[in-house]
């Protein structure tokens, strides 16, 4: 209780009340624990199991966490340090923050809180997903274990015959997906039931504010590392992590040179440290004022990086035994129907392969396939017998909910124990997302409690609120075309508008306020001067990297021509459609409604100055009520 303590002696000296009224007391962590465990649950989520290992072995291997490293160290880090030390010395969510530090970047905080708003909107479906998975694994065998049969027949269903079990499962059984987004199909039973259930378990996680949510991080964000150990263990006991391994760490040295390698690498920074979302911002608004804050900034973006390579080792090393797997079961299949071409004279006996291949090396028959001669091989391929490729089967990346339900899921259904298996990891995505919910919901109610007062006397009406128009607005997301709006909202609702946001931070705090008062006011916070290097790396580093990225990236969609993957039901398999212009429309509209609060709120604050210069009160532009308070509630800020 010592932290709360200091924290709400901290609240009397920042002044925290409203004009006419009492002091406002302010909830405070409990103890320093929660406050990390916060950050960290917040900024680990789902990317980094999978999205970090795909990204890193798609550009580059070694170098692209090389490259990843610098980025996180010279950009990544001061930008969570300055925006924990804005929240820490204000004492206030995202919107409050950006207000006193610059009134004419006041719009920087309402841009988050939008953009929190479409990311929890669709964010937690993800938690429907692994609720439904986690609902069906403690059967044995799992249900995308194999392929049903047809009524009344031994034949399996010709869509899962001619796709995966695993494919199956999830594009037919989960999803319901239809061939477009155009096609609704309707809601899902299943999948909004279980958004529903996800969403109470975020309401009651935050049903008192800090006090209850910090009680649930204990579990949520510690147990997911339990389950990667675990399955780290057990992956590097499997035949084919090694090979795996190995193909992870492959390097590139020429992606040092490729200027959409470092987009990914200065993305994935930004997104893993959970910049711009002001959850960042409303945590550390919760600590004492004398909490070391830049000590905790180095903490928590490298416990996120370690938490990546884990995940990154887990993956690949499961990904190894699958491909493995996969390579000898091929090559068993191919040698089964080499014999019986060739006792049909179908092929000559030069064609006979090497038998007993379930106890050689999964590369066997492929290197004996490739040691044909020329003329015998295109005999061979006559018949649709190919090579069994382990390193073609390593090439194939999968990123996203693919690589969790679809991979992940089917290499799991080989392993000895499976559902344990199942249970375990679906229980560590639930975990991983509940926690990112948790930071993503706060970046919200925070903001709006400090903002407006009548709001703040009703917490528990407001986190309630919150949660009920989450999940209605989370329905579109569990009709057959849900999967589809997710992926769009995923692609372009936050990235470009999360990077404008903290390119602005960044002007506030390094410009408009000034690097040199910032870290004044951080060195009375802390009581010891930070690293001098600070005021350097927001002026000119930090900066010309998230201006540069956010060029990049608005370059990359323009040129680009936006599509979908859709699941084509006749070909059992994926397609790549283009959105219809009503779609295109819709996401051109997520992105300049998250953007929008930042120049509305500059073109009226410069309104209101302009007024001023002419001698015009802001006041007498809005008739006052008989008690004398504006009604627009306007109170000058002093912006010396």
Request: glycine residues 8%; proline residues 6%.
């Amino acid at each position: 209780m010592e932290m709360e303590e200091r924290s709400a002696a901290a609240n009397q000296e920042a002044g925290e009340e409203e004009e006419g009224k009492a002091p406002v007391s302010r909830q405070a962590w409990a103890n320093k624990t929660e406050y990390i465990l916060a950050q960290v649950g917040f900024s680990v989520g789902l990317g980094n199991v999978w999205r970090f290992p795909y990204l890193c072995h798609q550009n580059g291997g070694g170098t692209f966490l090389l490259l990843y490293v610098l980025l996180l160290t010279f950009i990544g880090i001061p930008l969570l340090f300055m925006e924990m030390a804005a929240g820490q010395d204000l004492r206030q969510g995202s919107i409050g923050v950006w207000k006193r530090i610059s009134p004419r970047l006041g719009g920087v905080g309402y841009a988050s809180c939008v953009v929190c708003a479409f990311v929890g909107l669709y964010y937690n479906v993800i938690l429907a997903w692994s609720l439904f998975y986690l609902s069906h694994s403690f059967q044995a065998p799992l249900p995308w274990q194999s392929c049903p049969l047809l009524p009344n027949s031994t034949d399996p269903v010709p869509e899962c015959d001619h796709s995966s079990p695993t494919t199956y499962f999830w594009y037919r059984k989960t999803l319901e997906a239809t061939g477009s987004i155009g096609e609704s199909g309707g809601l899902v039973l299943a999948l909004s039931l279980a958004l529903l259930a996800a969403w109470f378990l975020i309401c009651g996680a935050m049903i008192r504010g800090i006090k209850s949510s910090g009680k649930v991080l204990y579990f949520s964000t510690l147990f997911p590392y339990l389950v990667l150990l675990c399955l780290l263990i057990r992956g590097l006991l499997l035949d084919g992590a090694n090979a795996g391994l190995k193909h992870m760490l492959q390097t590139q040295p020429s992606a040092l040179l490729s200027i959409p390698v470092w987009r990914r690498a200065g993305t994935q920074v930004f997104f893993a440290l959970g910049l711009g979302f002001g959850s960042v911002v409303a945590f550390a608004s919760y600590t004492p004022r004398e909490n070391n804050c830049a000590r905790d900034a180095w903490v928590v973006a490298y416990i996120n990086l370690a938490t990546s390579l884990l995940a990154t080792l887990v993956v690949y090393t499961v990904l190894g035994f699958r491909a493995t797997t996969l390579t000898r079961r091929c090559a068993i299949q191919n040698a089964k129907a080499l014999v019986q071409l060739t006792a049909g004279n179908l092929l000559p006996s030069e064609a006979l392969p090497l038998t007993n291949l379930s106890d050689m090396p999964a590369t066997t028959f492929n290197d004996w396939f490739r040691a044909l001669r020329p003329d015998l091989a295109a005999q061979v391929r006559q018949f649709n017998v190919s090579s069994c490729s382990l390193e073609e089967e390593l090439n194939k990346g999968v990123e996203g909910p693919g690589l969790a339900f679809v991979v992940f899921t089917e290499a799991l259904t080989l392993f000895p124990g499976a559902p344990f298996w199942a249970v375990l990891f679906f229980l560590m995505l639930l975990n991983l997302g509940l926690s990112t919910m948790l930071g993503t919901l706060q970046g919200i109610l925070t903001p709006l409690q400090d903002a407006f007062h009548l709001l703040r006397r009703h917490r528990t009406l407001l986190t309630i609120g919150s949660c009920l128009l989450g999940f209605l607005g989370g329905l579109l997301f569990t009709q057959g075309s849900g999967s589809y709006f997710l992926a769009m909202f995923d692609d372009y609702s936050a990235t470009l508008p999360l990077i404008a946001v903290v390119v602005c931070e960044n002007m506030a705090v390094a410009w408009v306020y000034g690097a040199d008062r910032f870290l004044e006011d951080v060195e009375v916070m802390l009581g010891h001067r930070p690293w001098p290097g600070y005021r350097f790396l927001w002026r000119y580093v930090t900066l010309v990297g998230m201006v540069g990225l956010l060029v990049a990236s608005t370059v990359q969609i323009c040129l680009q021509v936006p599509t979908y993957r859709a699941w084509d039901a006749q070909k059992a398999q994926e397609v790549d459609l283009p959105y219809p212009p009503w779609a295109l429309a819709m996401l051109i509209i997520l992105i300049v409604l998250a953007i929008m609060p930042i120049p509305f709120t500059l073109l009226y604050r410069l309104y209101r100055e302009y007024q001023a210069q002419k001698g015009i009160s802001p006041r007498e532009l809005i008739p006052a009520p008989a008690d004398g308070v504006p009604a627009n509630g306007y109170v000058p800020v002093r912006t010396e």
